[in-house]
């Protein structure tokens, strides 16, 4: 399976951008998305992830009311709408699938991972 990522660019505080993940190869039915990110000498951190179904969605805090996940099983593709950015949002955000039913905000838990697409957010 490959992931690719796409989406990002420079935004201003407040403004909005939509990432979004296409998956190549096979894909199982029960797998979960997820989106991370990865600021300048941070770790890489948990943003949002979703089931299978979309029946189930889990953010981190700082971008619950303002990010959004959801996903298209027959384009095999997962988005994340961002809105009222801040410039604490900017990273390098990345999609990743878990082979299981279950929401995981553990990177370790991710099976695989797309590239990265840089959001940057001017303040």
């Known amino acids: 399976v490959q992931l690719q990522a796409c989406g990002g660019g420079l935004v201003q505080a407040g403004g909005s951008l939509r990432l979004s993940c296409t998956a190549s190869g096979r894909i199982f039915s029960n797998y979960v998305w997820g989106w991370f990110r990865q600021a300048p000498g941070k770790e890489r951190e948990f943003v949002a992830a979703?089931?299978?179904?979309?029946?189930?969605?889990y953010y981190r805090d700082s971008v619950k009311g303002r990010f959004t996940i959801s996903r298209d099983n027959a384009k095999n593709t997962v988005y994340l709408q961002m809105n009222s950015l801040k410039p604490e949002d900017t990273a390098v955000y990345y999609c990743a699938y878990r082979r299981s039913y279950y929401l995981s905000t553990t990177r370790s838990d991710y099976d695989g991972w797309g590239r990265g697409t840089l959001v940057t957010v001017s303040s």
């Open positions: 979703i089931t299978r179904s979309g029946d189930s969605t």
